[in-house]
């Protein structure tokens, strides 16, 4: 007994003792009121199985796309730095992996087509790619628009070919919400690319 009580009071003094044996239950201790910044800062560490695994990626997720849209323009739907935006689209993918959300889904596609926007074309289309599968999982009412900006980057001239992109952009205009900017950028590539135009 008498080594046991200065191990409880060490331990009442640091955290409560479940979380000083449960890494990262205490893990998610001091993320409350933690900031943005330090959570991104500091990496998941949750042994696979743990129930607070999925909590702790989807926190880290969410502060990593906080962080990354702080540098957006105005009404612009995407940042204008790459920074935060591997972090919130792994965040993401982990949490949903699992614990499948709809919000969860909605945010890795975000995070991964603003990414596309700062790799190259072959990278950029791989990442538009996993973005659009996210997307399938995403709330009815962001589903469609979502997937549309992942057809736009699908079928970029650039990137694979002609067939390729005019079956991303003839499927992302089918899905694209009508008169949104999606739908008139998709027509518009659909009338640019050589015989896509034509009736299929």
Known sequence: MSRILPLLALLAGCAPLATALDPPLGQLARWEGASDAAIAAEPVACPPGHAACARLHARRAEACMRLAMDSRAPGAACPGSVAHLDCAAQGYAA???????????QGEAQARLCHAAFLPRAEAAAEAARARD??????????????????????????????ANCAAARAGLAEAPPGSAEARDLAARIATLPSCGDAP
Request: charged share 10%.
């Open 95 to 105: 949490a949903r992996a699992l614990a499948p959300h709809p919000a969860l889904a």
């Open 134 to 163: 996210a997307a399938s999982a995403a709330p009815v009412e962001s589903r469609g628009w979502l997937r549309a900006r992942a057809a736009l980057v699908l079928s970029h001239p650039a990137i694979g070919n002609l067939s």
